[in-house]
């Protein structure tokens, strides 16, 4: 029930009631006395019962007035909600997007692209992404980063990446990156790795690795890799 209908039904219970006391004090029967009808007497019963039915009525009036504000100001709130929700270009808008205008996307737009959104975005706009952009990826967003995307990716977009984004690309991801932008993961963006994760390196992802980020993927190639060729590549490099 909404508050007009409430509104609506009280004002109507009023109405009623006011006509059903009037209809009973027309109904009472008038009883013979020898005292004298006073004409005051009867003024005032006339204008008490006067009083009393305009005060209930400019009390229901406010109550009525009351709901009827309270459902208007909720009505805006809803109306704000629903204005609140981000907007974000269509599939076949974002499949012809350029990376000028990936980089002028809002954040607030960017964190609310789907996956399939995403997964649209040509190679050539992923290049556009700033690092605020791929910072704020999120795993389900992630997970439609698609391979020629991966291979976009600049060694500033992969030193943005978040270890958790990290943790959660699948083997085919991490091996489109290609090595000049593998460089650009940190040790703790490497430690992120999992053993699952480490069968997908390849050793010329590792050519420009430093030795602290070398040490930090050790043990996950280690156990990953049966023949530790792998770790055997990056202890000769080192």
Same mark, same amino acid.
């Given at each position: ?26 109904? $009472? ?20 019962? /006067? ?59 960017? @964190? ?14 992923? @290049? ?17 980063? $698609? ?6 990716? $600049? ?13 959660? #690309? ?13 460089? /650009? ?7 992120? #790795? ?26 996950? $190639? ?17």
């Amino acid at each position: 029930m909404t508050i007009n209908t409430v509104a609506s039904n009280l004002s109507s219970n009023t109405s009623a009631g006011a006509q059903q006391s009037a209809a009973s004090a027309q109904k $009472t029967p008038v009883v013979a006395s020898n005292a004298p009808v006073s004409s005051t007497t009867s003024a005032s019963s006339s204008a008490g019962s /006067g009083v009393d039915v305009a005060v209930s009525a400019s009390g229901v009036a406010a109550l009525v007035a009351s709901l009827k504000a309270a459902g208007a100001a909720g009505s805006k709130a809803s109306t704000a909600s629903t204005a609140s929700v981000v907007a974000t270009p269509s599939i076949a808008q974002l499949k012809s997007y350029t990376d000028k205008q990936l980089a002028q996307m809002p954040l607030a737009q960017w @964190k609310a692209l789907s996956a399939e959104q995403i997964a649209a975005l040509p190679p050539i706009a992923i @290049k556009g992404a700033t690092q605020s952009q791929i910072a704020l990826l999120s795993t389900k967003q992630v997970a439609g980063l $698609t391979v020629a995307q991966m291979a976009a990716l $600049t060694k500033t977009q992969v030193s943005a990446l978040t270890p958790l984004s990290i943790h959660s #690309f699948s083997n085919s991801q991490i091996s489109a990156i290609t090595p000049p932008a593998f460089a /650009g993961m940190s040790v703790s963006q490497l430690s992120a #790795f999992s053993v699952q994760q480490g069968v997908s390196l390849k050793p010329s992802q590792l050519i420009y690795l430093g030795q602290d980020q070398k040490n930090a993927l050790q043990s996950k $190639t280690m156990l990953a890799s049966k023949s530790g060729n792998l770790f055997q590549i990056m202890a000769m490099m080192g």
